[in-house]
T-cell receptor, first 111, second 111 residues
Framework: DTAVSQTPKYLVTQMGNDKSIKCEQN?????MYWYKQDSKKFLKIMFS???????INETVPNRFSPKSPDKAHLNLHINSLELGDSAVYFC??????????FGPGTRLTVL | KQEVTQIPAALSVPEGENLVLNCSFT??????LQWFRQDPGKGLTSLLL?????REQTSGRLNASLDKSSGRSTLYIAASQPGDSATYLC??????????FGTGTRLQVFP
């Protein structure tokens, strides 16, 4: 009955690989987000989707691409992984202007 | 550009103390403010959402206040317990609903 879930929880991979992180919410929310928490624990928005449309695209490299098959899912694809991509990635969701609920995070380590 | 600051960065108190965490933001044109808790290696747990029309919001031993005009919010924790030890984050949405996070206050409550 988890509200916002992410898979995998941990992801260890080599530089240059392509990987995906999945996110699902069962709250009936209409907006989903991806945030990145760096090594200094600072959280920053990456993307958000509202009704399957990208409404925010922060200055992240185009190696990162969000994909939303439906309103309950927002997956994050990362191509050509770099060392600097190592971080914890959080998915979140809300109804517009409402409280945001976060997933447990995916810790990505690029070797 | 909205900036969110939290003071203190770290706080260590004995069990039973009442304590106040501070959050300030530079742009007072917000419609809500959210307080989160993050345990080490875990995701974010929403504690309180306070709307711009409210001056305070309470949940158990937690009380959050909001003074939009001065760009400040406080989180009051009554009768602190070791289980309250965590990092506390405040966040405000910008006009596209993305959250701008503060740098957090790392709280340790010792027995």
């Amino acid at each position: 009955d988890t509200a916002v879930s992410q898979t995998p929880k941990y992801l260890v991979t080599q530089m240059g690989n392509d990987k995906s992180i999945k996110c699902e919410q069962n709250l009936g929310h209409d907006t989903m987000y991806w945030y990145k928490q760096d090594s200094k624990k600072f959280l920053k928005i990456m993307f958000s989707y509202n009704n399957k449309e990208l409404i925010i695209n922060e200055t992240v490299p185009n190696r990162f691409s969000p994909k939303s098959p439906d309103k309950a899912h927002l997956n994050l694809h990362i191509n050509s992984l770099e060392l600097g991509d190592s971080a914890v990635y959080f998915c979140a969701s809300n109804l517009l202007a409402g409280e945001q609920f976060f997933g447990p995070g995916t810790r990505l380590t690029v070797l | 550009k909205q900036e969110v600051t939290q003071i203190p960065a770290a706080l260590s108190v004995p069990e039973g103390e009442n304590l106040v965490l501070n959050c300030s933001f530079t742009d007072s044109a917000i419609y809500n403010l959210q307080w989160f808790r993050q345990d080490p290696g875990k995701g974010l747990t929403s504690l309180l959402l306070i709307q711009s029309s409210q001056r305070e919001q309470t949940s158990g031993r937690l009380n959050a206040s909001l003074d939009k005009s001065s760009g400040r919010s406080t989180l009051y924790i009554a009768a602190s317990q070791p289980g309250d030890s965590a990092t506390y984050l405040c966040a405000v949405p910008d006009n596209t609903d993305k959250l701008i996070f503060g740098t957090g206050t790392r709280l340790q409550v010792f027995p």
